[in-house]
């Protein structure tokens, strides 16, 4: 148990719904992350909160639409995605207070997203 | 071209053997860490190395880093079974900079 718990596990949808990924951490954190994992391809950052702040937006597009309500709840809502983008998505949080990298990152399990 | 890049990308071993995976990158760093990741699971942190420091040991891990040549080293002794897992290497650049992950090393630990 890392503290950090993502649903769903898995995911297929359409190109046209609409789906939000969940993730909380009970680890007392400030920052919060959204990672995607493809295969082969280094672990890419697509966004950053801190203490509920936005502070990082890897020029990811505007059909992942990331939100954080508090510290311990982080979302990602899915809008007409594309079939690139199935991939395991990474929720991970850390005591920096910034999102920066000087601190060790838990992560949860990610939910596997298939895109038909 | 990414930042930490690991060698070998694939690495098969004798259960008890020692493994050894590398990871190097290209521009300073104020950190270096390494990753585990099990087949469907998240990442979990191993250890945390800062740029001043030379060796960190945790259990049977050893990480060595050396500055001027970019690069660190992650060592498993005795390794098992359970050791079978993708390891990564993410660096962070300055006190102000996201982590940057490689694209990991495949070790299986063979019974």
């Known amino acids: 148990e890392t503290g950090v718990t993502q649903t769903p596990r898995h995911l297929v949808m359409g190109m046209t719904n609409k789906k939000s990924l969940k993730c909380e951490q009970h680890?007392?954190?400030?920052?919060m992350y959204w990672y995607k994992q493809s295969a082969k391809k280094p672990l890419e950052l697509m966004f950053v909160y801190s203490l509920e702040e936005r502070v990082e937006n890897n020029s990811v597009p505007s059909r992942f639409s990331p939100e954080c309500p508090n510290s311990s709840h982080l979302f990602l809502h899915l809008h007409t995605l594309q079939p690139e983008d199935s991939a395991l998505y990474l929720c991970a949080s850390s005591q920096d207070s910034f999102g920066n990298s000087n601190q060790p990152q838990h992560f949860g399990d990610g939910t596997r997203l298939s895109i038909l | 071209s990414q930042q930490g890049e690991e060698d070998p990308q694939a690495l098969s071993i004798q259960e008890g053997e020692n493994a050894t995976m590398n990871c190097s990158y290209k521009t300073s760093i104020n950190n270096l860490q390494w990753y585990r990741q099990n087949s469907g699971r998240g990442l979990v942190h191993l250890i945390l190395i800062r740029s001043n420091e030379r060796e960190k040991h945790s259990g049977r891990l050893r990480v060595t880093l050396d500055t001027s040549k970019k690069s660190s080293s992650l060592l498993i002794t005795a390794s098992r079974a359970a050791d079978t897992a993708s390891y990564f290497c993410a660096t962070g650049t300055g006190a102000n900079s996201k982590l940057t992950f490689g694209k990991g090393i495949t070790l299986s630990v063979r019974p």
């Open positions: 680890l007392g954190h400030n920052a």
